[in-house]
């Protein structure tokens, strides 16, 4: 196989991942996010703020970390997901999700847990790499990172400036 056809194979499997990771966690956030919400006492507005605000939250949170991350790789500088801001964040939709998932049970368990933080963990994966899945900057990445792990040790750098 060619390099070019490696390429956009990682490029469509990578869309095969998100278009079935991304949507099951939406309707999973909806779902889950109605039955933790009912759980609150009738009237109260609260009710209705899991599912309407956790899933455009997680994908806003997700795809901005995915976003500033593939910007601080296409640029070779440092990660940003060094930044408090952006662990935070995910942090937070993370916890969020997994409590929801939890608490819209009868019976909180283990595996209700572990099923929680599976499809959690999935479905932020593939909100995040939305934006390098969409870059045209996908194979120069993929290429320049390849080249620079194939030097050996002490070698210089064979990306060519």
Known sequence: MSERGALRGLRVLMWV???IEVPVYLVWLVQVGYLTGQELPRGDVARWAPPVLLPPAAVLFCV???????LSVVAGTRSSLRERWIVASLVFVAAFSVFCGVASV??????????????TGLGMTGLFF????????????????SCR?????????PEPQ
């Open 64 to 70: 901005m970390a995915g976003w500033t991350w593939w």
């Open 130 to 145: 939305i934006p390098a899945a969409a870059s045209r900057q996908l194979p120069d990445v993929i290429r320049r990172r």
């Open 17 to 19: 991942v998100i278009a």
């Open 106 to 119: 009868d019976d909180p368990s283990v595996s209700v847990g572990l099923l929680s933080a599976a499809v």
């Open 149 to 157: 792990t194939a030097a050996a040790p002490g070698e210089a750098d």
